[in-house]
């Protein structure tokens, strides 16, 4: 059957509409751009808190971005499993309802002078495991909800979506926590997951529940049949090792990153905001390239060439010496190069894996994926507040910004750099421990069929 963003002509032939008629998809872009401003913004507002107020040094600094990045490599395999099986819109909701909780509980903790460093390091961990759930479920949504022939679109509008999350988010919790107090900029983050909450929860297109798993033991199967299909495909193997050694990386220079505008280049909270805040508009542009340049140039140069600028730029940052004029405009070009770069291999990579991977194993193969990717992320950030310990900023700024440009180097080293502007069909969906049941007993689940 074919959804609201499709229709079909008077000769038979599909007919593509806009997805912005789709009430249910526009449903689910003002709540993803509502998550995504509360979460950038309370990336923001957790470190900065941590530096300026606690005065966290380098190592408390990496211990607190690894806690709310741990969550990735505990949780994430689990949650593919889980939300195959269970309705996306459901665990959208609840996450959302549980981060907005977290949050108001750190305004509170912080107005009565109890936000301090282990507070913050629960409430990263409890926003990271949360944030595992939406992530997994809002990816495997958007292929229930908008036709194949449409992903690079709707996944352009989503990725536009956290753009502009990109923009105010950084901006809008530098300036609360220099000019009021983290607890409000807390609670500023809290309420954007409540509007995710009010939106999403309105979504009306029915998703049937799947039938549960009869027993535990067939959980790790699951998972083991995501990963083996991850594996088994020569282009979501490369996204995985490109995206590994990209998140490791970029863990580190961001641990670093946070450290040296305030300390080294003596930027306030505000200026730091606004530094990281020209991510969003570049990653505006990243997301309407990516509708464009791959049908243009092919999927496999534009990653390569995205990556490769994306990540390079950051190789500027360490020459840069005190709050000077040039300093801040400096910044916002980095950050701007790196948001477009960034977000058009984000879109690409997204659609090239959206689309090789069959409905019912979607959930599994974003988790694998984002297991594989993020999973050293912790690890990235331990090493980042390790290095700036023991070498100093500066350099460890430019050594952990030169590890960034492992992940173009993988791309072009492989399958991936040769794709052209079409993108490869899905492969057909191994057999699975649903349809082994099915194939034993006769019967249809009421889960998806792969």
């Known amino acids: 059957m ?25 449903k689910l872009w003002v709540g993803q751009t509502a ?90 961990f409890a926003i990271g495991a949360l944030s595992v759930f939406f992530d997994v479920a809002y990816q495997a949504s958007v292929v229930r909800l908008v036709e194949r022939d449409q992903l690079v679109r709707g996944n352009s509008a989503l990725e536009g979506s956290r753009s502009a999350a ?6 809008l919790g530098g300036a609360l926590v220099s000019l009021l107090s983290a607890p409000i900029a807390a609670a500023s983050s809290a309420l954007f997951f409540t509007l995710s909450f009010l939106s999403i929860r309105r979504i009306r297109r029915v998703e049937s529940t799947p039938e ?17 299909f991850v594996v088994s495909d020569s282009a979501l193997r490369t996204v995985c090792l490109a995206s590994a050694a990209f998140q490791f990386s970029f863990a580190a220079v961001m641990t670093v990153y946070l ?13 730091v905001g606004l530094a990281l805040a020209a991510t969003g508009p570049g990653a505006l542009l990243g997301s309407m390239l990516a509708a464009r340049l791959p049908n243009r140039f092919g999927y496999g140069p534009v990653l390569v060439a995205a990556a490769a600028l994306g990540d390079g730029v950051f190789l500027c940052v360490p020459a840069l010496n005190g709050s000077s004029a040039v300093t801040v ?52 950030s331990l090493l980042g507040g390790f290095l700036a310990e023991e070498w100093g900023l500066r350099t460890s700024l430019l050594a952990t910004a030169a590890g960034m440009m492992l992940s173009p180097v993988v791309m072009t080293l492989s399958p991936l750099a040769r794709l052209g502007r079409t993108l490869p069909a899905a492969r057909n969906a191994p057999l699975t421990a649903d349809r082994a049941e099915v194939h034993g007993s006769g019967n249809c689940p009421s889960g998806d069929v792969e």
């Open 2 to 26: 074919p959804s609201a963003s499709s229709a079909v002509s008077d000769s038979g032939r599909p007919v593509p509409s806009s997805l912005w008629r789709d009430s249910n998809f526009r």
């Open 35 to 124: 998550s995504q401003l509360g979460e950038h913004t309370g990336l923001v507002v957790l470190p900065l808190f941590a530096v300026l107020t606690l005065n966290a040094s380098a190592t408390q600094l990496g211990v607190l971005r690894a806690v709310g990045q741990a969550p990735i490599l505990l949780l994430s395999l689990f949650v593919g499993a889980w939300v195959d099986r269970w309705r996306t819109r459901t665990v959208m909701v609840l996450t959302d309802a549980g981060r907005a909780v977290a949050l108001g509980a750190a305004a509170v903790a912080g107005l009565f002078g109890w936000l301090g460093l282990p507070a913050l390091f629960v409430i990263a």
């Open 166 to 171: 990109q923009i105010g988010g950084p901006a």
């Open 212 to 228: 549960r798993l009869a027993r535990p033991s067939w959980v790790w199967r699951r998972i083991y049949e995501g990963i083996r």
């Open 259 to 271: 450290l040296f505008l305030p300390r080294e280049l003596h930027l306030s909270g505000t200026a």
């Open 329 to 380: 405009p400096v910044l916002l070009a980095v950050s701007f190069v790196f948001g477009a770069g960034g977000q058009l291999v984000n879109v690409a990579v997204m659609a090239v894996r959206q689309t090789v991977t069959p409905d019912g194993m979607q959930g599994r193969a974003a988790a694998t994926i984002t297991f594989v990717g993020m999973g050293l992320s912790p690890l990235g």
